[in-house]
């Protein structure tokens, strides 16, 4: 069957942007598709977090991984780290990616801006290895959000150079959303994407407990509401309505769409609405996730049986690669 590869930085916690853009789609494709679900650790080691907290947000994004609803007799789970094919690709794929498209990635020019002090080489290949993540595996679809799709064409140019220069190994890999389009879940803010760190009001996380997921929601950007009748949605009202999209009753939408044509509109109730729903949709993960947790023996074996599994596809990967490059001198 067609391959599927994706994953998560294990840095922080989840939130409603790594669900509805990534983990969603990843449950729905278990059943269908021959998938491989991976921690992306060495990808978080780009901007040099502590180690130590490291290995407890690896067991916690297994644990939301497994809470929401990722089965490992469906789906192979793994950790980066436990895959070193994975980085034997990236040597090599690395000689194939130009210093000039590497530099020209947003997510890199980004972190220059935010962090001047840490401009590290495995920053600047950081979508070497993503290439690699998927490649490893000859993967057909990769479920991400929208702010990964420039990686995805990055691995599509690397996959084909390889595949132009050496001989034909590897699939065109495509960013898939069940949506159809990729999903981008705004920030609470008003401003951008939903991500982790910055404000501390505009992100919920999947972990927030009840009453923190009411006080963001109720903190979301509004104003006092329109005064024509059928005028356009300001950005951060559009927002609010996406979010709700995502959680709420379709006849509840409807009916906050029709108060917002009329100006009848109150946004505390919106918000309100909102904010159970979203309370509604969370806490069963989060408490699932909890007790999933507290099992670290369970978690472990998980990553490692999928780690064993992922290295039988990797390593058949690597022997053709290494064939096709004549790396097999004797
Ligand atoms: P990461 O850890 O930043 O995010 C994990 C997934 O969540 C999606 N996502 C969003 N989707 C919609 N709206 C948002 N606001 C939002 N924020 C995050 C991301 O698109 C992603 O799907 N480079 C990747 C990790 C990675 C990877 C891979 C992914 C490494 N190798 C190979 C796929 C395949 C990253 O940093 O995602």
Redesign the pocket.
Same mark, same amino acid.
């Given at each position: 069957g067609e391959i599927v590869?994706?994953? !998560?930085?294990p %840095?922080g916690q989840l939130?409603?942007?790594?669900y $509805?853009?990534?983990?969603r789609n990843y449950v729905k494709m278990q059943e269908e598709y021959n998938c491989y679900f $991976?921690i992306?650790d060495l990808?978080s080691l780009t901007t040099h977090p502590d180690t130590r907290e490291l290995r407890e947000h690896i067991l916690s994004v297994t644990s939301y991984y497994l809470a929401s609803g990722l089965d490992p007799d469906k789906c192979v789970l793994y950790c980066?780290s436990d895959l070193p094919q994975t980085t034997e690709l990236y040597l090599y794929l690395n000689m194939l990616a130009y210093k000039g498209e590497l530099e020209k990635t947003t %997510?890199f020019k980004d972190k220059i801006k935010q962090h001047p002090e840490n401009v590290n080489a495995g920053l600047l290949t950081?979508p070497v290895?993503?290439a690699s993540?998927?490649l490893i595996h000859r993967a057909h679809y990769?479920?991400?959000? +929208?702010?990964?799709e420039q990686?995805l064409e990055m691995t599509r140019t690397f996959g084909n150079r390889f595949n132009h220069r050496y001989g034909e190994v590897f699939p065109e890999p495509k960013a898939f959303n069940y949506g159809a389009q990729?999903?981008? !879940?705004?920030?609470l803010d008003g401003a951008g +994407?939903?991500? +982790?760190s910055e404000n501390q009001y505009a992100t919920i996380y999947l972990s927030d407990d009840d009453d923190l997921i009411r006080k963001k929601v109720m903190k979301a950007k509004t104003d006092s509401g329109p005064t024509e009748p059928n005028s356009e949605k300001p950005d951060y009202i559009v927002n609010i309505f996406d979010m709700m999209k995502l959680v709420s009753d379709p006849s509840a939408i409807e009916k906050y769409e029709a108060d917002f044509n009329a100006c009848t509109i109150r946004y505390g109730d919106l918000k309100k609405q909102l904010a159970e729903d979203m309370v509604r949709f969370i806490s069963p993960i989060r408490e699932k996730a909890k007790a999933i947790r507290e099992d670290e023996r369970a978690l472990s074996i998980i990553l490692k049986v999928g780690a064993q599994k992922a290295a039988e596809n990797a390593e058949k990967t690597m022997q053709m690669v290494r064939q096709a490059m004549g790396l097999k001198y004797f």
């Open positions: 590869l994706s994953g !998560v930085r %840095t939130h409603l942007g790594n $509805f853009g990534a983990l $991976f992306a990808h980066q %997510t950081y290895l993503m993540d998927i990769v479920p991400v959000g +929208k702010d990964q990686h990729l999903l981008k !879940v705004p920030s +994407k939903m991500s +982790k």
